[in-house]
């Protein structure tokens, strides 16, 4: 599932100007109902202005359901480069877009997995980093190199500190929060930040750097069960115009081949999960059946969106949810307390988990 961008670019005249993509609906609601959401109107977001005149820039990835009616409901931030105000223009803008609705059989139907990403670029913003941001980034990576991780901690802990960001220090800097989590053994964390890293699609990383990234994040994404990611990767892979990225489709392509293969089989699929700073934990399902098992206190309710479906449920230990295969493809977003942990288990249907 990809995220689909919308720039937003603020002018030296405070004029707003956004350039609007339309979405692409799964493949499954297209081909199963009459006709998808239509945009009728799509307001664009307000550059904050402490943002514009912090110098700031950023991106904001939103997940909404188009109702019977066209409008939009229950928007919320899945996940953003981390500054607040672009996340409240982001949701201010969003709740005002309007949709002629989907229809199936004649009727309106709610398209209920929708998901955008706002990019807040300034027009002439700096294409690189402040002299005390690379001078830490540097300290960060020989510290690192030496393996050093007091050092690098406290090179990281001194680069949160600093005002940002544009897109250049943003990505680095989460590189670099991947790089730590890579060395102090957090492969969640590492994928999370390095997801961060590529969100705009290599614009600000050599090319060199944004292939290894994409190799790292696929196999961090395959070891993690989180086979759909993997494979929303390698959509990404294919469809990128470096030379070196398109080397690495077909090292990756039989890995494609065996997680198709696995995802058939009757193998269980465990992923390992832990609530983050957002208060959620986000999968995409695979197959049509699963459970939570090893659950600690702290875990609220889970938030199932799937293509022509969306519900609310309590979250119980060991019990065996099954989604019709009508809904399409589904996110889980499992609410609870930070640092929460416990495990998802995808099953096939005559499976269970004791």
Known sequence: MHFHQLKVIFAKTLVVMVQLGLFAIPTSFAQETEQSAQANQRVAPRYPINQARNGQEGWVQLSFVIDEQGNVIDPFVVDSSGIKGFEKAALNAIQDWQYSPAMQDGKPVQQCENKVQLDFKLEQAPKG??????????????ELTDNKLTEAK?????????PRWNFYESVYFDLAKSNYARATGLPEQQLYYLSNALINKGEYLPEKIYAA??????ILE??????????????????????????????????????????????PISVS???????YWRHILSRKAFAFVDIENGVDEMDIRCDKHRD????????????PVKWGECQVFVRGEQGTHFKLVELTDGQHTS
């Open 273 to 279: 999960a832990t609530i983050g700073e957002r208060g």
């Open 129 to 142: 980093g402040t002299r005390k941001f690379v001078k830490l980034i540097r300290q960060f990576n020989h």
């Open 213 to 218: 990234g994409l190799q790292e994040k696929f």
């Open 222 to 267: 395959v070891t993690q069960n989180k086979l759909m990611d993997a494979l929303d990767t390698f959509d990404v892979m294919q469809n990128a115009t470096s030379e070196l990225v398109t080397e690495l489709v077909e090292k990756v392509k039989p890995v494609v081949g065996q997680i198709h293969d696995f995802i058939a089989s009757e193998n």
């Open 312 to 323: 609310k449920f309590k979250v119980e230990i060991d019990k065996m949810w099954k989604i």
């Open 154 to 162: 406290a090179a990281l802990n001194e680069l949160e500190e600093l």
